[in-house]
């Protein structure tokens, strides 16, 4: 056993966690300024990821319903090529 085993005095303990909480917090900010998010105001924020996510959803959305109608017309082009070729049999 080292002797760093002991606790520490309460007085130590409050200064090292609010060191540490002004670390990370400076730490974020420079982050998030880096990264051109303002955290003053949060708010701000959560309405353009909610934006985004908007964006991305319709976007998702105009995929698939594309996708539907592509193989619609494909499917009725081929239906009525079939159908032009029976009915010249005929």
């Known amino acids: ?5 002991a606790p520490l005095p309460p007085h130590i303990e ?10 990370a917090t400076k730490a974020l900010d ?9 955290t003053k105001d949060p708010i701000s924020m959560q309405k353009d990821f909610a934006m985004l996510r908007a964006w991305r959803e319709s976007s ?16 009725t082009g081929a239906l009525g090529m079939i159908y032009a070729a029976l009915t010249h049999k005929l």
């Open 1 to 5: 056993m080292s002797g760093y085993d």
């Open 14 to 23: 409050a200064r090292i966690e609010d060191t540490a909480e002004r670390a």
């Open 30 to 38: 420079g982050f998030f300024l880096r990264m051109g998010v303002d």
């Open 60 to 75: 998702e959305m105009i995929k698939k319903r594309g996708l539907a109608v592509a193989v619609t017309v494909i499917v």
